[in-house]
């Protein structure tokens, strides 16, 4: 049974540096065609794709926010972590890790919301 | 960027069909893949590669892809469907995720 959990993250102010984990059990991302996702989503708004890494270290990033962010794997503890730097009130949104299949991301996280202000 | 356009609502009779749509130049060239979300709750993946249904996912929930255009089809439609319904999609010259901007459907 594949689940994943993102950590909550203490009280981010703007311009800080976010931090999130993803926690993850019943798949490995040392399997080929493997990939772990980061999708946001603004109170009452639409998804937001944000990063993804490959069971080879491959990584995409949106292209929107490509410079803020950072996204590694430490496959033997289980473990995505997204960085997003320079957070702004803006980015104040669900965070949510899903596990990607080929093409789709068929398990997703509970996600947690993250609250920037000062 | 690659874009994909979702109508912001579609509404729908108890019973009876709804289709959603997903527009993005030569969409039909790439699979697509819907997923459902209620209220308070993570996405579901109801719909992928275009026409496949995931294990426990109703025969109802059906979709199509062609052209420039993917399309989600409920049949029968029943309150519990009542939800926001994502598409989703990959810029093959990026290899970007994309998804749209979400259609709420509504059970009236």
């Known amino acids: 049974q594949i689940t994943l959990k993102e950590s909550s993250p203490t009280p981010v102010k703007p311009t800080q540096t976010l931090t999130l984990t993803c926690t993850f059990s019943g798949f490995s991302l040392s399997t080929s065609g493997v990939g772990v996702g980061w999708i946001r989503q603004p109170p009452g708004k639409a998804l937001e794709w944000l990063a993804l890494i490959y069971w080879d270290d491959d990584k995409r990033y949106s292209p929107s926010l490509k410079s803020r962010l950072t996204i590694t794997k430490d496959t033997s503890k289980n473990q995505v972590v997204l960085t997003m730097t320079n957070m702004d009130p803006v980015d104040t949104a669900t965070y949510y890790c899903a596990h990607l299949e080929y093409r789709d991301f068929d398990y997703w996280g509970q996600g947690t919301l993250v609250t920037v202000s000062s | 960027s690659y874009e994909l356009t979702q109508p912001p609502s579609v509404s729908v009779s108890p019973g009876q069909t709804a289709s959603i749509t997903c527009s993005g130049d030569?969409?039909?060239?790439?699979?697509a893949s819907w997923y459902q979300q209620k209220p308070g709750q993570s996405p579901v993946l109801v719909i992928y590669q275009d026409t496949k249904r995931p294990s426990g996912i109703p025969e109802r929930f059906s979709g199509s892809n062609s052209g420039n255009t993917a399309t989600l089809t409920i049949s029968g439609t029943q309150a519990m469907d009542e939800a926001d319904y994502y598409c989703q999609a990959w810029d093959s010259s990026t290899e970007d995720v994309v998804f749209g901007g979400g259609t709420k459907l509504t059970v009236l």
């Open positions: 030569k969409l039909g060239d790439e699979y």
